[in-house]
């Protein structure tokens, strides 16, 4: 018995020590990730505090939304943080506002102040739609109160007229579709969020039922061209808050002395699809009929007035929209008010007189060798090089790439002939035709054009899995890109060069990544006189390639891409570098954790 029980505390004993090594033995391999991630977690942060103090405003933010972003599945509430210092950058001080008044009117926003916050709403509302609607909300709010704030002194009757002065400024129309933007994100997670941003997109609820005079002949739309989306979106949902947001934006509508037809045919859209007969649970007879009554009173109010708008400014192709729209309305108002669509057809009459429809099977099509005859009889360079990359164009379209590239060589302007080669050289790389697409790259006049149509080919060559005439591709473009002049084209081919090699040779990558490294350090070309030297700039960089080809190596070595970014010597360029090692760190992180479960499982 003794015995016995001995031998059951081994197997015990051997039971927990085999559970026990394989957990320390996992949380051996999982340490260093996770480490990694502190790591990109606390840059990221560091990388957010420092945009904030650059100057340029359009990159502080969009640095701060995509640090945001990357911090997001780690640390919402300090991406939140983030996203809110982003976005109080972006917002009027409280001191303008109340300076607008004095200075005749608040003062119009620098035109990529409203991208910023468009970019930045679209961003946090695919993330955290109440934060979006927060910032939305503030948005509209500082709309309506630069709107108070431009108030005419003028009233007539005791009446202010702030109300009826048409809402056509450029901050109103970018306020409105910015609203839209967001809720189109939020519609199908949140429609009830979406419902509050469509409604505020519509503007302050004032009535204007009985306006002044003078304010009869004001018209400015109010409604989105996107509403009809979102209301259509909604509807597959919850069709109860789609029609009940639909039922707002008639409501504001009849509020108005004249409405811009742009806005009842937005709203015809959707009401010709939510009223179907064989749409399930349609809306409900007395709305359509609510709609179609403003329709026509509209339409009649216009066509009185002769013109389609009682002013000549506010709509020049009244007639065309009143025409439209009774087409698109005319089987709603023959099945709910058919004594209406008499009256509108006998008044718009004079409205259907369209032009004559030109048949295109009329017009005979112009072959690759009816244009190279044109091209032969044209009386100058230009007309006769247009119409021979026309035909070599045709000639590559009916996939006759011989006759597309002799043609193409008859071509006298060497930008012109570079072109079409280009479209000769992507065509045959696409089919794997290697050798002929080297010689026509090799006769490109252009230098940047050719060292970046080699590196394109060397990619065909890559998948095709031949590695060996991708990397004399690759490393030819690298030595002909360094005798290049110009920086950011020798940069940006250095780039494209180590993203190439990162898909197969590492260290190669590496030293090409050096290189491109080097040569954005170099000296920037002379600002033009009288502007202060700049960066490269945020888009620009994308373009260039540096933060794919940064993430891209991250993702296999994460310290020496880290190395090489923090070595540029431009601020900005090396923080956009970060944040694109910060990319491919985390997602090399998701890759290994995958592998993980995956091993787990089998």
Same mark, same amino acid.
């Given at each position: 018995?003794?015995?016995?029980?001995?031998?059951?505390?081994?197997?015990?004993?051997?039971?927990?020590?085999?559970?026990?090594?394989?957990?320390?033995?996992?949380?051996?391999?999982?340490?260093?990730?996770?480490?990694?991630?502190?790591?990109?977690?606390?840059?990221?942060?560091?990388?957010?505090?420092?945009?904030?103090?650059?100057?340029?405003?359009?990159?502080?933010?969009?640095?701060?939304?995509?640090?945001?972003?990357?911090?997001?599945?780690?640390?919402?509430?300090?991406?939140?943080?983030?996203?809110?210092?982003?976005?109080?950058?972006?917002?009027?001080?409280?001191?303008?506002?109340?300076?607008?008044?004095?200075? +005749?009117?608040?003062?119009?926003?620098?035109?990529?102040?409203?991208?910023?916050?468009?970019?930045?709403?679209?961003?946090?509302?695919?993330?955290?739609?109440?934060?979006?609607?927060? /910032?939305?909300?503030?948005?509209?709010?500082?709309?309506?109160?630069?709107?108070?704030?431009?108030?005419?002194?003028?009233?007539?009757?005791?009446?202010?007229?702030?109300?009826?002065?048409?809402?056509?400024?450029?901050?109103?129309?970018?306020?409105?579709?910015?609203? $839209?933007?967001?809720?189109?994100?939020?519609?199908?997670?949140? &429609?009830?969020?979406?419902?509050?941003?469509?409604?505020?997109?519509?503007? &302050?609820?004032?009535?204007?039922?009985? &306006?002044?005079?003078?304010?009869?002949?004001?018209?400015?739309?109010?409604?989105?061209?996107?509403?009809?989306?979102?209301?259509? $979106?909604?509807?597959?949902?919850?069709?109860?808050?789609?029609?009940?947001? /639909?039922?707002?934006?008639?409501?504001?509508?009849?509020?108005?002395?004249?409405?811009?037809?742009?806005?009842?045919?937005?709203?015809?859209?959707?009401?010709?699809?939510?009223?179907? &007969?064989?749409?399930?649970?349609?809306?409900?007879?007395?709305?359509?009929?609510?709609?179609?009554?403003?329709?026509?009173?509209?339409?009649?109010?216009?066509?009185?007035?002769?013109?389609?708008?009682?002013?000549?400014?506010?709509?020049?192709?009244?007639?065309?929209?009143?025409? /439209?729209?009774?087409?698109?309305?005319?089987?709603?108002?023959?099945?709910?008010?058919?004594?209406?669509?008499?009256?509108?057809?006998?008044?718009?009459?004079?409205?259907?007189?369209?032009?004559?429809?030109?048949?295109?099977?009329?017009?005979?099509?112009?072959?690759?060798?009816?244009?190279?005859?044109?091209?032969?009889?044209?009386?100058?360079?230009?007309?006769?090089?247009?119409?021979?990359?026309?035909?070599?164009?045709?000639?590559?379209?009916?996939?006759?790439?011989?006759?597309?590239?002799?043609?193409?060589?008859?071509?006298?302007?060497?930008?012109?002939?570079?072109?079409?080669?280009?479209?000769?050289?992507?065509?045959?790389?696409?089919?794997?035709?290697?050798?002929?697409?080297?010689?026509?790259?090799?006769?490109?006049?252009?230098?940047?054009?050719?060292?970046?149509?080699?590196?394109?080919?060397?990619?065909?060559?890559?998948?095709?899995?031949?590695?060996?005439?991708?990397?004399?591709?690759?490393?030819?473009?690298?030595?002909?890109?360094? #005798?290049?002049?110009?920086?950011?084209?020798?940069?940006?081919?250095?780039?494209?060069?180590?993203?190439?090699?990162?898909?197969?040779?590492?260290?190669?990558?590496?030293?090409?990544?050096?290189?491109?490294? #080097?040569?954005?350090?170099?000296?920037?070309?002379?600002?033009?006189?009288?502007?202060?030297?700049?960066?490269?700039?945020?888009?620009?960089?994308?373009?260039? +390639?540096?933060?794919?080809? /940064?993430?891209?190596?991250?993702?296999?070595?994460?310290?020496?891409?880290?190395?090489?970014?923090?070595?540029?010597?431009?601020?900005?360029?090396?923080?956009?570098?970060?944040?694109?090692?910060?990319? +491919?760190?985390?997602?090399?992180?998701?890759?290994?954790?995958?592998?993980?479960?995956?091993?787990? #499982?089998?």
């Amino acid at each position: 018995m003794l015995c016995l029980a001995f031998r059951r505390c081994a197997l015990i004993v051997v039971i927990s020590l085999s559970g026990v090594m394989p957990r320390a033995a996992w949380s051996a391999q999982n340490s260093e990730p996770r480490q990694q991630e502190s790591r990109i977690k606390w840059l990221l942060i560091d990388i957010a505090d420092s945009a904030r103090a650059s100057r340029d405003l359009a990159f502080a933010v969009r640095v701060q939304t995509h640090a945001a972003v990357l911090l997001w599945p780690q640390d919402r509430e300090c991406a939140r943080s983030i996203f809110r210092r982003a976005f109080e950058s972006l917002m009027p001080s409280q001191a303008e506002a109340e300076a607008a008044p004095e200075e +005749g009117g608040a003062p119009e926003p620098a035109a990529p102040v409203s991208d910023l916050r468009a970019e930045l709403l679209n961003q946090v509302a695919g993330r955290d739609p109440e934060l979006a609607e927060e /910032f939305a909300r503030r948005i509209a709010y500082a709309s309506d109160t630069r709107r108070v704030a431009a108030r005419d002194s003028r009233k007539p009757d005791g009446r202010d007229m702030t109300s009826f002065v048409p809402v056509s400024s450029r901050g109103e129309d970018e306020r409105r579709e910015l609203l $839209i933007s967001v809720a189109l994100q939020v519609a199908e997670r949140d &429609p009830h969020r979406a419902m509050t941003l469509g409604q505020l997109s519509l503007g &302050p609820a004032v009535d204007l039922s009985n &306006p002044p005079p003078g304010a009869q002949g004001l018209t400015s739309s109010i409604i989105s061209p996107k509403f009809s989306r979102l209301l259509t $979106i909604m509807r597959g949902v919850d069709s109860r808050l789609a029609d009940l947001l /639909f039922s707002s934006a008639v409501a504001r509508l009849e509020r108005l002395p004249l409405v811009d037809l742009d806005d009842v045919h937005t709203l015809g859209s959707y009401v010709v699809l939510a009223a179907s &007969p064989s749409t399930r649970g349609a809306m409900s007879r007395s709305l359509v009929v609510r709609f179609l009554d403003l329709s026509f009173r509209q339409i009649m109010l216009q066509v009185d007035s002769g013109s389609g708008a009682p002013d000549e400014a506010a709509n020049d192709d009244g007639s065309d929209s009143i025409y /439209f729209i009774v087409r698109q309305l005319s089987d709603l108002f023959a099945r709910h008010l058919p004594n209406q669509l008499a009256e509108l057809k006998s008044k718009t009459a004079q409205s259907n007189d369209s032009s004559v429809a030109i048949d295109p099977g009329s017009i005979p099509a112009s072959t690759p060798v009816d244009v190279t005859r044109e091209a032969r009889l044209a009386d100058t360079d230009g007309e006769r090089d247009a119409l021979y990359a026309r035909a070599a164009l045709g000639w590559l379209s009916a996939k006759d790439v011989n006759a597309a590239q002799a043609t193409a060589f008859k071509i006298s302007d060497a930008n012109v002939r570079d072109r079409v080669l280009i479209q000769i050289v992507r065509r045959q790389s696409a089919e794997g035709q290697i050798d002929d697409a080297v010689a026509i790259a090799r006769r490109l006049a252009s230098s940047v054009e050719r060292i970046e149509a080699t590196v394109r080919i060397a990619g065909a060559a890559l998948a095709l899995k031949d590695r060996v005439r991708a990397t004399e591709l690759l490393n030819e473009a690298e030595g002909e890109s360094v #005798k290049l002049q110009a920086r950011a084209a020798r940069s940006r081919i250095l780039l494209s060069v180590a993203s190439s090699f990162s898909a197969f040779d590492l260290q190669r990558s590496f030293e090409v990544l050096q290189a491109a490294v #080097k040569s954005l350090n170099g000296p920037a070309p002379a600002p033009e006189a009288g502007k202060k030297p700049q960066g490269a700039g945020f888009d620009e960089l994308y373009q260039m +390639g540096l933060e794919s080809t /940064f993430a891209a190596l991250a993702r296999r070595d994460f310290d020496r891409a880290l190395f090489l970014a923090q070595q540029l010597s431009d601020e900005e360029t090396s923080v956009l570098a970060q944040l694109a090692v910060c990319r +491919g760190g985390l997602a090399a992180g998701r890759d290994q954790g995958q592998a993980r479960r995956n091993a787990e #499982k089998e």
